[in-house]
């Protein structure tokens, strides 16, 4: 794995997410073009809520041995977590600024560090690695959606 480049890659998440949304209106934001899917301002604020939980993750897994991570229910947070009335501005800008903080700290690491684990209590042993691969690629594969 290349991580310098993976970390570029994430790092840049959070700009790419201010320019999906750059210029939408609140009835673009809020639409359901595709029946049964989440609307772009449901989208970017479970980018904002994802990022918040993989930032912990990377950082216990950075910090603890083995520490456990704990899965939750995205839909359930759609549901319960007002999504609909919060700022995607706010929640574009605090996925940037989170991405920005670490990859700070995921540059300083030593290569042996991505293979350092912690134990998802639904998905087994995943290493810092495969975190940050993973939460790279979620961003991405959401914003592809809404760029549709």
Same mark, same amino acid.
């Given at each position: 794995?290349?991580?310098?480049?993976?970390?570029?890659?994430?790092?840049?998440?959070?700009?790419?997410?201010?320019?999906?949304?750059?210029?939408?209106?609140?009835?673009?934001?809020?639409?359901?073009?595709?029946?049964?899917?989440? #609307?772009?301002?449901?989208?970017? #604020?479970?980018?904002?809520?994802? +990022?918040?939980?993989?930032?912990?993750?990377?950082?216990?897994?950075?910090? +603890?041995?083995?520490?456990?991570?704990?899965?939750?229910?995205?839909?359930?947070?759609?549901?319960?977590? @007002?999504?609909?009335?919060?700022?995607?501005?706010?929640?574009?800008?605090?996925?940037?600024?989170?991405?920005?903080?670490?990859?700070?700290?995921?540059?300083?690491?030593? +290569? #042996?560090?991505?293979?350092? @684990?912690?134990?998802?209590?639904?998905?087994?042993?995943?290493?810092?690695?495969?975190?940050? +691969?993973?939460?790279?690629? /979620?961003?991405?594969? /959401?914003?592809?959606?809404?760029?549709?």
């Amino acid at each position: 794995m290349d991580c310098s480049s993976l970390i570029d890659r994430y790092e840049a998440g959070g700009q790419k997410i201010k320019q999906t949304i750059a210029g939408l209106t609140r009835a673009d934001l809020t639409a359901f073009p595709v029946p049964g899917m989440w #609307s772009i301002q449901q989208v970017v #604020s479970h980018l904002q809520d994802s +990022e918040l939980v993989a930032i912990d993750r990377m950082k216990r897994i950075i910090a +603890e041995e083995k520490p456990l991570l704990i899965g939750y229910d995205e839909n359930e947070f759609v549901k319960n977590l @007002f999504y609909d009335d919060q700022s995607v501005e706010d929640a574009a800008e605090t996925v940037d600024r989170a991405r920005r903080q670490m990859a700070r700290i995921l540059r300083k690491l030593p +290569e #042996s560090a991505f293979a350092r @684990f912690g134990i998802h209590n639904e998905r087994g042993k995943v290493t810092l690695g495969e975190q940050l +691969e993973l939460y790279t690629n /979620h961003l991405e594969r /959401h914003l592809k959606f809404a760029q549709e």
